[in-house]
DNA sequence: CAGGATCCGACACGATACTG
DNA sequence: CAGTATCGTGTCGGATCCTG
């Protein structure tokens, strides 16, 4: 891996840019153990609305992660599943799920130490 | 890992929010051979202005990724190096490059397959 | 050189209401 | 239930100018 391919302008970004937004990691990890409607995506997920979270999956469904399949049936059902591309991206998601497992602790403190600094220059 | 460890409200958020903005991961990976100061960062980096690459920074520092180091000198001489913190980050960001390596090919096909699909709609 | 101040556009996200 | 339309808000990122 050349040393400048992480940096602007060079293909790598586009791994970053794709978890460059709240949901769309969220979504993926949500649909790793198979096919969810959204309303299950919902429960699972939690404090995502409705709106949100489609505009989430049209995004990862025009990015090859995400497919959508649609039955014919009242009331309407619809269920989405990671592509195979999609699930290639399981293992370096929970790199970062392990990575804040282990050291979330400590961006916690350096926050609230940055925020005492703040407020002691401020006070 | 619980399976829910990665959804909303949960600690595991932490590491997405801190890839969460288009210059966090490449500025990381940009110190990861060492202390720079912004001018080189601005150069090794590429289509970054000085005010986003400040601003990143700070934010950088705030959450214990990054330190700031002045020199008492005129010009003004600044270092910004990783903090042991950050350094642990290198291995998930790399994960994604790897990623980006191996699959940005077919991500550009997907998109341009969808692209592709709306023109056709809308023409 | 470092980096703050300002103005600005784009967009993600949320809440709500509505259609099929 | 699935999905869209609308509106409001906050923030990121870019460009420019200015200071020490």
Same mark, same amino acid.
């Given at each position: 891996?050349?040393?400048?391919? !992480?940096?602007?302008?060079?293909?790598?970004?586009? *791994?970053?840019?794709?978890?460059?937004?709240?949901?769309?990691? /969220?979504?993926?990890?949500?649909?790793?153990?198979?096919? $969810? $409607?959204? /309303?299950?995506?919902?429960?699972?997920?939690?404090?995502?609305?409705?709106?949100?979270? @489609?505009?989430?999956?049209?995004?990862?469904?025009?990015?090859?992660? /995400?497919?959508?399949?649609? !039955? @014919?049936?009242?009331?309407?059902?619809?269920? !989405? *599943?990671?592509?195979?591309?999609?699930?290639?991206?399981? +293992?370096?998601?929970?790199?970062?799920?392990?990575? *804040?497992? @282990?050291? +979330?602790?400590?961006?916690? =403190? *350096?926050?609230?130490?940055?925020?005492?600094? @703040? =407020?002691?220059?401020?006070?």
């Amino acid at each position: 891996m050349e040393p400048d391919e !992480y940096l602007a302008d060079c293909r790598t970004r586009l *791994a970053f840019d794709l978890m460059a937004n709240t949901w769309n990691p /969220v979504v993926i990890w949500a649909l790793r153990s198979g096919p $969810r $409607r959204p /309303v299950e995506l919902r429960e699972l997920i939690g404090g995502v609305s409705g709106k949100v979270l @489609a505009e989430t999956l049209r995004r990862l469904e025009s990015n090859g992660l /995400v497919t959508r399949h649609a !039955y @014919a049936e009242a009331p309407p059902r619809v269920e !989405y *599943a990671l592509t195979r591309l999609g699930r290639t991206l399981l +293992g370096p998601i929970e790199a970062f799920g392990r990575w *804040a497992h @282990a050291h +979330g602790d400590e961006v916690l =403190a *350096a926050q609230d130490e940055h925020e005492r600094r @703040a =407020a002691r220059q401020a006070g």
